[in-house]
């Protein structure tokens, strides 16, 4: 679903004001995707609303929390397909110390490419590979095994 071609003009060729409207209308519009679009609505939304994103931070970087030094910006960018989603999911969160915020490691398994059900799967096996606490989402040592032999196996 990531080679989905997006709608309307490239966010880089609008104007100030459409790329704000735009903005605007794709937050309006993300909870009514998000519980009752296609997969392929959500994506192409998804897309959409990252491009924008992207491009207003570009233009106003001081405008937004990015630009204020609290989070680090997250370039966007299409999942490696030459690389298992669940190996680049995992190592993510490896490499976030073994915990983010559930926002963040659904993002996470986004930029992967791990689709829900997979990552579903994740929290399901038995012993699961992932945990709750909280709003965190944390690798268990399960989940570092599986990803040991991931790893082993690339």
Same mark, same amino acid.
């Given at each position: 679903?990531? /080679?989905?071609? +997006?709608?309307? %003009?490239?966010?880089? #060729?609008?104007?100030?004001?459409?790329? #704000?409207? =735009?903005?605007? =209308?794709?937050?309006? &519009?993300?909870?009514?995707?998000?519980?009752?679009?296609?997969?392929?609505?959500?994506? %192409?939304?998804?897309? %959409?609303? $990252?491009? $924008?994103?992207? #491009?207003? +931070?570009?233009?106003?970087?001081?405008?937004?929390? =990015?630009?204020?030094?609290?989070?680090?910006? +997250?370039?966007?960018?299409?999942?490696?397909?030459?690389? /298992?989603? #669940?190996?680049?999911?995992?190592?993510?969160?490896?490499?976030?110390?073994?915990?983010?915020? !559930?926002?963040?490691?659904?993002?996470?398994?986004?930029?992967?490419? $791990?689709? *829900? &059900?997979?990552?579903?799967? $994740?929290? !399901?096996?038995?012993?699961?590979?992932?945990?709750?606490?909280? +709003?965190?989402?944390?690798?268990? /040592?399960?989940?570092?095994?599986?990803?040991? *032999?991931?790893?082993?196996?690339?």
């Amino acid at each position: 679903m990531a /080679d989905l071609p +997006v709608t309307g %003009r490239p966010a880089g #060729e609008l104007t100030d004001e459409e790329l #704000e409207q =735009q903005g605007t =209308q794709a937050h309006a &519009t993300r909870n009514w995707v998000f519980l009752h679009g296609s997969a392929e609505q959500f994506a %192409r939304h998804t897309t %959409r609303m $990252l491009e $924008l994103e992207a #491009e207003y +931070v570009r233009r106003f970087p001081r405008r937004t929390w =990015q630009g204020s030094g609290g989070a680090p910006a +997250v370039a966007a960018s299409p999942p490696d397909v030459t690389v /298992d989603p #669940e190996l680049a999911f995992l190592r993510a969160l490896e490499a976030a110390g073994g915990r983010l915020h !559930k926002l963040e490691a659904h993002q996470a398994a986004r930029v992967a490419g $791990l689709d *829900r &059900t997979s990552l579903a799967g $994740l929290y !399901k096996s038995d012993p699961p590979a992932l945990g709750t606490e909280g +709003v965190e989402r944390v690798l268990t /040592d399960a989940g570092r095994a599986r990803l040991a *032999r991931l790893l082993a196996t690339e």
